[in-house]
């Protein structure tokens, strides 16, 4: 089992849609969370952090935590082509200590 | 990261020969990271460093040394380059801690033949 588990995709939405992307981490003592995206052939850039249980709202972004199910979670409302990335869930502070373990990541698209 | 740059930014070479990437920050951050990212494996850690000279193993750390001499400065090498090593390498930089925010550079491809 791979500790950060994410959907491959590709997730496909249309424009102005929600799009809703999942996350399960195995390690039980995780304290951190992030959400990064990463165009094509570039850097992954941080779009949310999340450190409690519950929802934390950035503009169109919402993350989602639940760590009773590990289970953490991005929502973007009102999808936009420019959206169209791989999003990243990193996880940190679990029995690693300070490695951020990533997952493979989930490619979206947003169709105009 | 206008803060993060790496260099070179792409790189051929041939196996067995050795490598070193290098990374810059201007962020003052005092933790550095190497990271390697591979279809189907998403970011793998390989080395790190919490300050000049203090470095610690990743993930992935085989046949891969580090080396920091300067906080700005956070060195990779590839002691003799093989084609499974072969991938995109990420600098990141951050303040260390378990909720610290990681920031990434630019990338360096690198192709082993």
């Known amino acids: 089992q791979k500790e950060v588990e994410q959907n491959s995709g590709p997730l496909s939405v249309p424009e102005g849609a929600i799009a809703s992307l999942n996350c399960t981490y195995s390690d039980r003592v995780s304290q951190s969370f992030f959400w990064y995206r990463q165009y094509s052939g570039k850097s992954p850039e941080l779009i949310m952090s999340i450190y409690s249980n519950g929802d934390k709202e950035d503009g169109r972004f919402t993350a989602q935590l639940n760590k009773a199910s590990q289970y953490v979670s991005l929502l973007i409302r009102d999808s936009q082509p420019s959206d169209s990335a791989t999003y990243l869930c990193a996880v940190n502070g679990g029995n690693n200590n300070n490695d951020m373990r990533f997952g493979a990541g989930t490619r979206l698209t947003v169709k105009p | 990261d206008a803060g993060i740059t790496q260099s070179p930014r792409h790189k051929v070479t041939e196996t067995g020969t050795p490598v070193t990437l290098r990374c810059h920050q201007t962020?003052?951050?005092?933790?550095m990271y190497w990271y390697r990212q591979d279809p189907g494996h998403g970011l793998r850690l390989i080395h790190y460093s919490y300050g000049v000279k203090d470095t610690d193993k990743g993930e992935v750390s085989d046949g891969y040394s580090v080396s920091r001499s300067k906080t700005e400065d956070f060195l990779l090498t590839l002691e003799s380059a093989t084609s499974s090593q072969t991938s995109v390498y990420f600098c990141a930089t951050g303040s260390g801690g378990v909720g610290e925010t990681q920031y990434f550079g630019p990338g360096t491809r690198l192709l082993v033949l």
């Open positions: 962020e003052n951050h005092r933790y």
